[in-house]
């Protein structure tokens, strides 16, 4: 026992020691490729004089891969703010609505060059949600991402929001039927991400959320990434109390279903989320 424990103890600090390490490399990283896009903003906007056409494009794919790399970067910096338990979570009363289409604005240029339809399934009044609507922006913003890079061109994006209850904690693992029938409940909101693409496997969904996973290596150079987006969505919706699992989406496609509980005492959206199309 005692050398369990200490190893124990050694595995902490290992992880400690990096989430430090990838704090530090992704601040000191961050500081001087700011610079980089903003000196190639300036060029672009002609601050330097006139350029030719082709200096142009140089000038612009600098800034295109200088933002691809501050925002891994970005991401490496939250995961590790949230390992070590230090990112700053602005909690507040808000509605799922605007979010949802804000991430619908933002995908929109994205999703018709892609020639992937993405819309907004509604269905009842929503419960009012307490957090942080910017991470919870983040959230969905991720997964709709993903979803329009993984959905082949005339496929389909859809976030299905619905009022749900929620089980309260334990009740699940209850296994007297009659208890668990009169178990306590809670009301809360399920956003379910579907998509018509090329679908994960079953046997790989368990580590889609594990930091760095990637499914299919072949897959990752033909669409990018660095396996950090469904691990700082997960770590993300458990710091709102909520899960996140993945399914498939029949008859083809993923399903990721995010569930979160609705805010103490709260108070019901007079209208449900509008419909809305990219």
């Keep these: 026992n005692a050398r369990l424990q200490e190893a124990y103890d050694?595995?902490?600090?290992?992880?400690?020691?990096?989430?430090?390490?990838?704090?530090?490399?992704?601040?000191?990283?961050?500081?001087?490729?700011?610079?980089?896009?903003?000196?190639?903003?300036?060029?672009?906007?002609?601050?330097a004089g006139p350029m030719t056409v082709e200096q142009n494009d140089f000038v612009h794919t600098i800034h295109e891969k200088g933002e691809h790399l501050l925002g891994l970067i970005m991401s490496l910096l939250d995961l590790s703010k949230l390992e070590s338990g230090?990112?700053?979570?602005?909690?507040?009363?808000?509605?799922?609505?605007?979010?949802?289409?804000?991430?619908?604005?933002?995908?929109?240029?994205?999703?018709?060059k892609n020639g992937v339809e993405v819309t907004i399934d509604s269905e009842g009044a929503m419960p009012e949600l307490r957090?942080?609507?910017e991470r919870m922006r983040q959230v969905v913003l991720n997964l709709v991402d993903n979803a329009v890079k993984f959905t082949p061109k005339g496929g389909k994006v859809t976030m299905r929001v619905r009022p749900v209850t929620?089980?309260?904690?334990g009740a699940e693992d209850d296994d007297?039927?009659?208890s668990a029938f009169f178990a306590p409940s809670k009301p809360g909101l399920e956003i379910r991400v579907l998509d018509t693409g090329i679908g994960i496997a079953?046997?790989?969904?368990?580590?889609?959320?594990?930091?760095?996973?990637?499914?299919?290596?072949s897959s990752?150079?033909?669409?990018?990434?660095a396996g950090l987006g469904l691990a700082i969505v997960k770590r993300l919706v458990e710091a709102h109390g909520g899960t996140i699992a993945v399914a498939a989406n029949a008859p083809q496609g993923t399903a990721f279903i995010v569930t979160l509980p609705a805010s103490t005492g709260t108070s019901i959206a007079p209208a449900a989320v509008p419909v809305g199309t990219a």
Aim: charged residues 25%; proline residues 6%; glycine residues 6%.
């Design 131 to 133: 957090g942080d609507p």
């Design 166 to 169: 929620i089980a309260a904690p």
């Design 86 to 112: 230090t990112m700053n979570m602005r909690k507040k009363a808000f509605q799922i609505a605007p979010v949802l289409h804000e991430v619908l604005t933002t995908v929109i240029p994205n999703a018709r």
């Design 10 to 47: 050694r595995l902490k600090e290992l992880d400690r020691l990096k989430s430090n390490f990838l704090a530090t490399v992704s601040h000191e990283l961050r500081t001087p490729l700011t610079s980089i896009i903003g000196y190639s903003e300036m060029l672009t906007e002609g601050i």
């Design 220 to 225: 990752t150079r033909e669409y990018g990434g």
């Design 202 to 217: 079953e046997k790989e969904r368990p580590r889609v959320f594990d930091a760095f996973y990637q499914v299919d290596s």
């Design 176 to 178: 007297d039927s009659g």
